[in-house]
C-alpha cells in the first residue's frame, strides 16, 4: 500500500536558545516548537531540533517531532525523525517516520516524506504512507 498524502503545516510556537556561540557568528542551538497540520494530516506536532548554523547564516538540523493526527479516518500520533537545512531563507527537511513509534490507530503506521518551507511561518509536506 502506498498512500501520498500532502498539505501545509503552521509553525504556531518557536523557542530557540542558544547553546554555543563562536566569535565568527556560527553557533549552535536547541529550539521546541509547536505546529498545526492542515491536508491530508489533521492536528498538532511538537519538532525539537538540535541546528548548527555557520558564520553566513546556513544551518543544518536534525531532530524528532511527535506528531498527533488523523489520516483517511484513522487517528494517533507517530514520531518523525528529520534531517534538514536552512538555506538563503529556506528550510527542507527529509524524514522518516521512526519505525514502531504509532499509537493509537496508526500504530501500524510507516512511511518517509520532506517539507519545505514557505511564507509566514508555513511549509508544505508530502508523506509517502507505505503502511497504515
Known amino acids: 500500500m502506498n498512500l501520498q498524502i500532502s ?3 503552521q509553525i504556531t510556537s ?3 536558545t542558544t ?3 563562536h566569535p565568527d557568528g556560527a553557533k549552535q542551538t536547541s529550539a521546541s516548537i509547536t505546529q498545526m497540520y ?3 494530516l489533521e492536528g498538532v506536532s511538537q519538532p525539537k531540533y538540535i541546528m548548527c548554523y555557520t558564520a553566513d547564516g546556513m544551518a543544518v538540523f536534525c531532530g524528532y517531532e511527535n506528531v498527533e493526527v488523523s489520516v483517511s ?3 494517533g500520533s507517530f514520531v ?3 534531517d534538514g537545512k536552512f538555506e538563503n531563507g529556506i528550510a527542507s527537511s527529509h524524514f522518516m517516520i521512526v519505525p514502531n513509534s504509532g499509537q493509537g490507530e496508526l500504530v501500524n503506521i510507516q512511511g518517509h516524506g520532506t517539507f ?3 511564507e509566514k511561518g508555513q511549509a508544505h509536506y508530502q508523506i509517502e504512507v507505505t503502511q497504515l
Request: glycine letters at 20%.
Open 80 to 82: 518523525l525523525q528529520h
Open 14 to 16: 518557536w523557542d530557540e
Open 73 to 75: 479516518g484513522k487517528s
Open 38 to 40: 492542515s491536508g491530508d
Open 7 to 9: 498539505g501545509i503545516f
Open 19 to 21: 547553546d554555543i556561540q
Open 116 to 118: 519545505t518551507s514557505g
